[in-house]
T-cell receptor
Framework: GQQVMQIPQYQHVQEGEDFTTYCNSS?????IQWYKQRPGGHPVFLIQ?????EVKKQKRLTFQFGEAKKNSSLHITATQTTDVGTYFC???????FGAGTRLTVKP | NAGVTQTPKFQVLKTGQSMTLQCAQD?????MSWYRQDPGMGLRLIHY???????DQGEVPNGYNVSRSTTEDFPLRLLSAAPSQTSVYFC??????????????FGEGSWLTVV
């Protein structure tokens, strides 16, 4: 299996700024999941994307699945300190996670 | 409902010692797996199981053994610990992994240090 590539590795933002993390695969994904891990915690499921071009929203979080089902993104609007953590995407084809994007937010 | 339970939470081992990380889930999930997490490396799949009696290797299986005698339990064994195995270990389960895309539930993690 091919691990999904996730960028950036780190992102530091001022509270209120937006944040985006991207996952890219060289192969077509059947579906992709996103997880959030708070510092010192364990990954927790956020959402699953299945359809080509799918867009889902959870309050300030917007998840997108590319038309070719090879890439996905997570966008957070107006970050808050509660958004701090590492965000991972998961390729459900082989159960491999991206390396994660660690988000820190300055109040 | 306990979900996925891992023990111990913290462990310090000397090089060459053996130990078993325990994992149990009470959700009747078929799929169970072990990941290790190192700084900057994300979560890497060690071993997984699609059902009782069936196990398979993930990305980084060397130095680890697993067995799945029951649906509920999936222990991870380190036969001869090495400093390179210092990491945080997560056990996880789902109804069925892979293309079915079921949610993965994680245990709270086991912090292992090998000195």
């Amino acid at each position: 299996g091919q691990q999904v590539m996730q960028i950036p590795q780190y992102q530091h933002v001022q509270e209120g700024e937006d944040f985006t993390t991207y996952c890219n695969s060289s192969t077509t994904l059947s579906n992709i999941q996103w997880y959030k891990q708070r510092p010192g915690g364990h990954p927790v499921f956020l959402i699953q994307l299945v359809k080509s071009g799918e867009v889902k929203k959870q309050k300030r979080l917007t998840f997108q699945f590319g038309e070719a089902k090879k890439n996905s993104s997570l966008h957070i609007t107006a970050t808050q300190t509660t958004d701090v953590g590492t965000y991972f995407c998961l390729n459900n084809n082989d159960m491999r996670f991206g390396a994660g994007t660690r988000l820190t937010v300055k109040p | 409902n306990a979900g996925v339970t891992q023990t111990p939470k913290f462990q310090v081992l000397k090089t060459g010692q053996s130990m078993t990380l325990q994992c149990a889930q009470d959700m009747n999930h078929e799929y169970m797996s072990w990941y290790r997490q190192d700084p900057g490396m994300g979560l890497r799949l060690i071993h997984y199981s699609v059902g009782a009696g069936i196990t398979d290797q993930g990305e980084v299986p060397n130095g680890y053994n697993v067995s799945r005698s029951t649906t509920e339990d999936f222990p991870l064994r380190l036969l001869s610990a090495a400093p390179s195995q210092t990491s945080v270990y997560f056990c996880a389960s789902s109804v069925r992994g892979g293309v079915d895309g079921n949610t993965i539930y994680f245990g709270e993690g086991s912090w292992l240090t090998v000195v």
